[in-house]
Structures are given as structure tokens and as C-alpha cells.
């Protein structure tokens, strides 16, 4: 049955090994090695397409959050839920504004941006690492201020919204520095080798 699901389902049966593995670095290496012999791609991670775990999407597989290290479920969890709530997150204020700030920390932040996890908003790797503080500091202002009512001008967004994250534009890392910082956050290298 295993190898029938493997030969007919190839993308659905890597992403449930991958995920059946996810703990385990060395046996996700070698499962990516096979997807990709099996012409497979594994995408990296995503705040807008991955879930919990590994998971199909068309015949590839999405990288799925809980593989990333120092991302717990609970964080996880509560991304899910906001994506669920607001939709896709079309930029870095949209996620901060949905993200519940008692299930995520500075350092789940740090690991998704390592990663690339926010590569699809525009931002480099480069530009939001040194943010994070400044991001996690404004979900908690936009959680307070949804908590107490306070709109900003004609009803819209919280006060300060416009301009508030202040991400620089940075060029991006250099491809070593990048890897390094995947193999950090993942155990592997996703976007190179």
C-alpha cells in the first residue's frame, strides 16, 4: 500500500513522511533528497501557505511551521487562527495587527524571518531580523488598542498605524549568510545547498 500511495501520490505521500519526521533533521534531509529525485519540490515555509504541518500544494510540498525550530504549536496555532480571521496577510501590518501577542514571541518572529517565512510580503531577510522587537511592539499596541477601542482618524486601523513598523530596505543577505540562517532555523538548508 505504502509503495502503491508513493508510485500514484507521490506530493501527498512526502508531505505526510516529512511531517511524520519533522523532528527529526537527518531523516527530513534524506526525505527531501528523495522528493526531489521524484521531481518533488519542497517550498519553505510561509506565514501565508504553510500550516501546522507538511502539506500538499498542487504536486509540491509546503513546509509546514512546526518544523521550524523554536516555533511552537501553540504559536502556530494562533497565526493560523488570525490568517483564518483577516485572510492572507498582504503586508507585515496586516500580521501584526491579527497575531495574538501572548502565543507569539520575539524569538518565533526571528525564526520565521530566518527561515523565509515572510519572504512573500517583500521585506528581506536582512530588513526585518533586526525588527523584530519593533514588530512584536506593535502587535502588542495594536492588541491594546483594539482591547480598549481606540480607532484612528475616520474610524480605520488603530492610531499610528501608517508608518509605525518602519522597516528599513535592506539588500539581502548574502546567499552563504542566508543558508546559514536557515540551517539555524529549519536544521537544513531549503533554498540552496
Given at each position: 500500500?505504502t509503495?502503491w500511495?508513493?508510485?500514484?501520490l507521490?506530493a501527498?505521500?512526502f508531505?505526510?513522511?516529512?511531517?511524520?519526521?519533522?523532528?527529526?533533521?537527518d531523516?527530513?534531509?534524506?526525505y527531501m533528497?528523495?522528493?526531489?529525485?521524484?521531481d518533488?519540490?519542497?517550498?519553505?515555509p510561509?506565514?501565508?501557505?504553510?500550516?501546522?504541518k507538511f502539506t500538499?500544494?498542487?504536486?509540491k510540498v509546503?513546509?509546514g511551521l512546526t518544523a521550524?525550530?523554536?516555533?511552537g504549536?501553540?504559536?502556530v496555532e494562533?497565526?493560523?487562527e488570525?490568517?483564518?480571521?483577516c485572510g492572507s496577510f498582504?503586508?507585515?501590518?496586516?500580521?501584526v495587527?491579527a497575531?495574538d501577542v501572548?502565543?507569539?514571541n520575539k524569538?518565533?518572529i526571528?525564526?520565521?524571518?530566518?527561515c523565509?517565512?515572510?519572504?512573500?510580503?517583500?521585506?528581506?531577510?536582512?530588513?526585518l531580523?533586526?525588527c523584530?522587537?519593533r514588530?512584536?511592539?506593535a502587535?502588542?499596541?495594536?492588541?491594546?488598542?483594539?482591547?480598549s477601542?481606540?480607532?484612528?482618524l475616520?474610524?480605520?486601523?488603530s492610531a499610528?498605524?501608517?508608518?509605525q513598523?518602519?522597516?528599513p530596505?535592506l539588500?539581502e543577505w548574502?546567499?552563504r549568510e542566508?543558508?546559514?540562517?536557515?540551517?539555524?532555523a529549519?536544521g537544513?538548508?531549503?533554498?540552496?545547498?
Open positions: 500500500q509503495a500511495i508513493k508510485k500514484h507521490p501527498e505521500f508531505a505526510a513522511l516529512l511531517t511524520i519526521e519533522s523532528s527529526n533533521t531523516k527530513v534531509l534524506l533528497d528523495d522528493a526531489r529525485k521524484h518533488i519540490e519542497v517550498l519553505p510561509d506565514v501565508n501557505e504553510s500550516a501546522l500538499v500544494v498542487g504536486d509546503r513546509f521550524v525550530k523554536g516555533v504549536q501553540s504559536a494562533a497565526i493560523l488570525a490568517r483564518t480571521q498582504e503586508s507585515l501590518d496586516d500580521f495587527g497575531i501572548t502565543r507569539v524569538g518565533v526571528e525564526a520565521l524571518v530566518k523565509g517565512a515572510f519572504d512573500s510580503m517583500g521585506y528581506s531577510r536582512a530588513s531580523l533586526p523584530a522587537d514588530l512584536l511592539e502587535a502588542r499596541q495594536k492588541t491594546r488598542d483594539r482591547e477601542g481606540q480607532v484612528g475616520f474610524g480605520v486601523g499610528g498605524d501608517a508608518g513598523l518602519n522597516v530596505q539588500a548574502p546567499e542566508r543558508l546559514e540562517k536557515e540551517k539555524e529549519l537544513l538548508y531549503i533554498t540552496g545547498h
